[in-house]
């Protein structure tokens, strides 16, 4: 027994250390180092029944808690320590103002040896190594500062050592004579490579800015050469070289880009305004290896992925503004200099930029994939860039290389519409923005420019009454692609409702097909009946195709007709345009309205996109028959009598015919709007003959006038309450199966 009461306690409390121990093990916790001791035994107790115990619920132990093991973080990212204001005033801003201050020091004793006449005492040539000497003494001790003091000390004494050796070199050229321009090009080039190397060696970027400042005014300050004409831009294209060579080795001299780009830039376009008439090879090689430098530093960048989600938009867009400015610098360029040598081709210039910048976005895009996905990367984005710019250089080829008006313009819209195309194929929309700003560019410019100047709105054939023009047949085809671009932009799937991008298409294409027949020598009644053509044409397509709106584009034509009917036949008077026929013209052409206004409202019933388009279109022919047959009325009463009584009342007579006639037709048609409009016009005659006509007749003709009026207006009444009673009783005395006619929405 006193064996079991000694083990039983203790190997308890064992098995609790040890599972404790696992437990800590498993949470990273370091066991404490002194256990305290356990507290003295309770009595023994029975053996209690064996209970499973969760391993993960243990009683802690007494004592004190154990210490917490630290658990390590990821690892940072290697980087500089941030710099304290101490550090910076201390390190930094003595170092620079100290080397100032000795810079200045020197200065002032220049100053006084000058005042003193000591410099008189040397002679030219020790002057100008006096100098170079300092200069070397300067970068000596720049060197030294950057190993004992910092980078900023060094900046400020090499760059004051750079530009005392340009100015010992420059002085001995320019002031003294002592070596020819040769001889002065070649000195001021090596203190130029010194300091580059320099700014290499110890990463000064402002050094470098500085020799590279230096490069650029090295040309400048040597106006009086003779030398080849390959020299300048031989040289021009070592500096970018190396430029860009810095650019891309370290990031920090990433803003040599801009400054080489700036300075080969001007000093490049004053060499080809100057010189390359003379030597035009010379400069199509200079331009093109120039932008080939630019892109290619552009691209090593641009792998790199110097960019990320937090970068700034102005740091995104740089390297793409650099690619847009270096084409478009390099094909004005080259433009310019094939038209100095009466070159016809100008096209080339162009052309072989948008060859150049094709393969390039090929390799940077990833076989067109920057088409169908959002470019993400630098390289990406690069390669979409010079995508979008070989399409615009298309554009400029076209412009340039096709000399015939009506032809170029047909090869812009002829591309616009492929590349729609194109861009549906590989479902790109951006593919599709850029055939639809080639289709504006070219209807902008037959509406803009071709339609007055030009040679493509002259002469034309006289077919059915309407001139047409090389401008028309350009307008139609304009109209033609945009409408084939906009069907290929409709998205499909089961819904029928309009989509804005097509319906937006198709109404331009349209508009530039109604306006294709417009011409001065045209008179206006062709022209209504042309736009009334093109309205049906257009309500038809809308039945088989209702996404792009078209019937929209048939109630504009046909209001195009209504008002170029109005302008032929009523502007100068309805008498006068009837040339003697004794059929109206104008009334026959109303007629062909009207009819095409009633077949577009029973085409489009149940159809239309804008609502109530059919009543709008019967309303239109209603009121144009109206107006047309009154006129015609007058025009025949005005023939047969002179009794003015007579020929207002003949057209009061008419109007109540037609108001009857709609009277019968909304009744017998079951058309509310028409009984309505007849009430109402019957109503207006009325009015008319009682207090227009019948003021100035004899008192008996005015009796008998108003007991007729009287009795026509009771028995239209009767006539019209028994025809609707008996409309009623039809549809009540229906039997109960008999389904019910379909709602229509014109009634």
Not at 136 to 145: C, D
Not at 175 to 202: C, H, M
Not at 559 to 566: E, M, N, S, T, V
Request: some cysteine.
């Amino acid at each position: 027994m006193t064996n079991q009461h000694d083990e039983g306690p203790t190997g308890r409390i064992e098995s609790i250390e040890r599972r404790l121990r696992e437990i800590e093990s498993r949470m990273g916790i370091a066991s404490p180092e002194d256990a305290t001791a356990p507290a003295a035994s309770p009595p023994t107790a029975p053996p209690a029944p064996p209970r499973i115990e969760s391993p993960e619920i243990a009683e802690a132990p007494t004592g004190p808690p154990p210490i917490p093991r630290q658990i390590p973080g990821p690892p940072r990212k290697p980087g500089r320590d941030p710099i304290s204001i101490e550090t910076l005033v201390g390190g930094k801003v003595f170092a620079v103002v100290g080397a100032l201050v000795i810079v200045t020091g020197i200065a002032l004793f220049l100053k006084l040896a000058y005042d003193l006449g000591w410099l008189a005492l040397i002679s030219p040539t020790g002057k100008c190594l006096a100098g170079a000497a300092f200069g070397v003494l300067l970068l000596t001790a720049g060197e030294f500062a950057l190993r004992r003091w910092s980078a900023a000390a060094s900046a400020a004494l090499s760059a004051t050592g750079v530009g005392a050796l340009y100015a010992s070199a420059y002085s001995a050229y320019a002031f003294y004579q002592l070596v020819p321009t040769s001889a002065a090009f070649a000195l001021l080039v090596v203190v130029s490579t010194i300091g580059l190397a320099a700014a290499l060696r110890a990463r000064l970027v402002s050094v470098a800015v500085l020799s590279i400042i230096s490069a650029y005014l090295t040309p400048l300050l040597l106006t009086d050469t003779d030398s080849p004409a390959f020299v300048l831009p031989a040289y021009l294209l070592a500096i970018v070289g190396v430029g860009l060579t810095l650019s891309v080795l370290h990031e920090r001299f990433r803003v040599l880009r801009s400054l080489v780009w700036w300075g080969t830039a001007i000093l490049g376009t004053l060499w080809v305004f100057m010189d390359a008439p003379g030597a035009p090879i010379t400069a199509v090689a200079f331009l093109t290896l120039a932008w080939l430098a630019f892109h290619a530093e552009l691209w090593l960048c641009a792998r790199r992925g110097a960019t990320g989600p937090g970068t700034p938009a102005i740091d995104v867009s740089r390297p793409l503004l650099v690619s847009l400015g270096s084409t478009s610098w390099a094909v004005l360029l080259t433009a310019f200099t094939l038209a100095e040598q009466n070159s016809p081709e100008l096209w080339l210039a162009p052309g072989g930029a948008m060859i150049f910048t094709s393969i390039l976005a090929m390799i940077m895009a990833g076989h067109l994939g920057v088409l169908t996905d959002v470019p993400r990367t630098d390289e990406e984005r690069l390669g979409a860039c010079l995508l979008a710019q070989s399409g615009a250089l298309f554009i400029a080829a076209i412009a340039m290389g096709v000399s015939t008006d009506w032809l170029q313009v047909a090869c812009w819209l002829v591309f616009g519409a492929a590349s729609v195309f194109a861009g549906r194929w590989v479902r790109s929309r951006a593919l599709d923005v850029y055939g639809l700003v080639v289709l504006a560019i070219g209807l902008a410019r037959l509406v803009l420019l071709d339609s007055w100047a030009g040679t493509m709105h002259t002469g034309g054939v006289n077919t059915l009454d309407l001139v047409l023009t090389e401008w028309t047949l350009m307008m139609v085809i304009a109209g033609a692609c945009w409408i084939a671009a906009a069907v290929l932009l409709v998205r499909p799937g089961p819904d029928a409702r309009p989509q804005a991008l097509p319906v937006a298409g198709a109404i331009i294409g349209s508009l530039a097909i109604l306006a294709s027949i417009m011409h001065p020598l045209t008179e206006h009644a062709p022209h209504a009946l042309a736009w009334a053509g093109i309205g049906v044409l257009a309500m038809g397509a809308h039945a088989v195709q209702r996404r792009l709106a078209l019937d929209a584009v048939g109630v504009i034509a046909l209001a195009l007709a209504y008002i170029a009917w109005g302008v032929a036949y009523l502007f100068y008077g309805w008498a006068n345009s009837a040339g003697g026929l004794t059929v109206h013209p104008g009334l026959l052409v109303a007629l062909a309205l009207v009819l095409v206004s009633l077949v577009g409202a029973r085409w489009l019933r149940d159809r239309s996109t804008i609502p109530r388009t059919p009543v709008v279109l019967v309303c239109m022919g209603i009121l144009l028959l109206l107006a047309s047959t009154s006129f015609e009325v007058a025009r025949h009463v005005v023939r047969l009598t002179d009794d003015a009584a007579t020929q207002a009342g003949a057209v009061s007579i008419w109007w109540g015919v037609f108001a009857i006639s709609l009277l019968l037709w909304g009744v017998l048609a079951t058309r509310p709007p028409a009984r309505w409009a007849g009430l109402a016009l019957l109503g207006v005659a009325t009015a008319k003959a009682v207090v227009l006509d019948l003021a100035g007749v004899d008192p008996a003709w005015r009796v008998a006038s108003f007991l007729g009026l009287g009795v026509l207006m009771i028995g239209v009444g009767t006539l019209y309450l028994r025809a609707l009673a008996r409309h009623s009783s039809s549809q009540t005395d229906a039997p109960p199966d008999t389904p019910a006619p379909p709602h229509d929405p014109d009634r």
